[in-house]
């Protein structure tokens, strides 16, 4: 399969393309990385990347997006772009968590044993999750979910390795370990949970709240009869 992967959660954009090759667990990869890039370089990295796996829009068969957590700008484009190209092309969609991207980054830059995935959730809280690094194997322990600074603070002070696209403006003991797009293709080459483009939606685990508008005061003057 030939999958374009997009990747805009963190303060580092990627684009990757990733194809399966002729043996097991073979593939070829092409990547575009850029930081603090603005929306409107999207298609250049896309057209990046296409021109080095030397291949044409209309080949690309899957697209694989980081749903985050991260930043809601980045996610909400990568979103756009892959319905958009849902529409025309008619490719499979997989969304991908950022943070198993995180662990699977960090698994291939050699990082083994346990790990704790952190990324910055805004209002002093942080997005966590646990995982078991082998050399070959990954396995989550410990779900994504909402922790407070000083549960995060009370892993890192026991020594636990943390690891996040961020984590050293906490943690200065911490790794910091980008999710890459060549990493999410490579990923989206073992999944099957295809998706169709309007239920993309970027992992935000805070539940919504919003206070209902009062309806609008009619001035009495107004209903009285000349």
Known sequence: MKILALEFSSPQRSVGVVQDGPGA?????????????GASKTFGLVEQVLNEARLEREQIECLAIGLGPGSYTGIRSAIALAQGWQLARGVKLLGISSAECVAAQA????????????????????????????DETRRELEPLHLATLAEVQKLADAGETMIG???????????????????????????????????LEPIYLREVKFVKAPPPRVSPSLDSNP
């Open 165 to 199: 696209p961020e984590i050293t403006r906490w943690f200065p003991q911490g790794r910091v370990t980008l999710p890459r797009a060549g990493t999410l293709g490579k990923l989206g080459l073992v999944r099957t949970d295809f998706t169709a483009g309007e239920k």
């Open 107 to 134: 698994q291939a830059e050699g990082i083994a044993g346990r790990v704790n995935v952190v990324i910055d959730a805004q209002r002093n809280e942080f997005y966590l999750a646990g995982y078991e690094l082998g």
């Open 25 to 37: 667990g073979a593939f070829s990869l092409s990547e575009a990385v850029e930081t603090g890039a």
